[in-house]
């Protein structure tokens, strides 16, 4: 079964470093969405991408924060410079929203997540 | 702005007791999700409801879904201790790509 595949698994990064993550989304989904979770708590919305640009992002997501999809296949997240808030576990997503397979469910498919933790 | 909000945020219960777990969005969502997490682990989808009186079940999780009230519930039925997890509802705003999440609800099901 297709699935959504992230690496690194965890990542541990000093203050102000640069991390990207890395995220292959399902092969014939369309849009991508990376999500953020703190200690188990509310998952949140971070940025959704389609057509090789963003159609949304939050407050949170601001100019630390990148996307990317330089190859076709990989997805990737960028954090400029890191913050002790940014430890979180970040969770990649791809939806066959447009894929006009399944009657727009825009169900989300996740992966696995990075653990990202910022000493 | 789409608010998702569910209740109970926690709650335990015996095996074989039935319950369900409430989802009130605040304006009008084109599709709602719930999902299942156990700990440390990703985000499983258990069910997409895409129109009112929408009625899914699977196993032992039923989930419904009224727009009209803009509620959505997960039943449970005769809870068994591997349904012990955090459920997710999320909403889906019309004509946007994000899905908004609950904050979820940690259910812990004692033998």
């Known amino acids: 079964e297709p699935e959504v595949t992230q690496t690194p698994s965890h990542q541990v990064t000093q203050m102000g470093q640069e991390v990207i993550l890395r995220c292959v989304p399902i092969s014939n989904h369309l849009y991508f969405y990376w999500y953020r979770q703190i200690l188990g708590q509310k998952v949140e919305f971070l940025v959704s991408?389609?057509?090789?640009?963003?159609?949304?992002k939050s407050e949170i997501f601001d100019d630390q924060f990148s996307v990317e999809r330089p190859d076709g296949s990989n997805f990737t997240l960028k954090i400029r410079s890191t913050k002790l808030e940014d430890s979180a576990m970040y969770f990649c997503?791809?939806?066959?929203?447009?894929?006009?397979?399944?009657?727009?469910?825009?169900?989300?498919?996740f992966g696995e997540g990075s653990r990202l933790t910022v000493l | 702005e789409l608010k998702v909000e569910q209740n109970p945020l926690f709650l335990s219960m015996q095996e074989g007791k039935n319950y369900t777990i409430y989802c009130n969005y605040s304006?009008?969502?084109?599709?709602l999700y719930w999902y299942r997490q156990d700990p440390g682990k990703s985000l499983e989808s258990l069910f997409v409801?895409?129109?009112?009186?929408a009625v899914k079940q699977e196993g032992r999780l039923m989930a419904s879904l009224d727009t009209k009230a803009r509620l959505s519930t997960l039943h449970i039925t005769a809870a068994v201790h591997d349904l012990s997890a955090t459920y997710f509802c999320?909403?889906?705003?019309?004509?946007?790509?994000?899905?908004?999440f609950g904050k979820g609800t940690r259910l812990h099901i004692l033998p």
């Open positions: 304006t009008t969502s084109d599709r």
């Open positions: 997503a791809s939806s066959d929203l447009a894929s006009g397979r399944s009657l727009k469910t825009g169900e989300l498919f």
């Open positions: 409801l895409l129109s009112n009186g």
């Open positions: 991408f389609y057509n090789n640009e963003i159609s949304e």
């Open positions: 999320a909403g889906g705003p019309p004509m946007r790509d994000k899905i908004i």
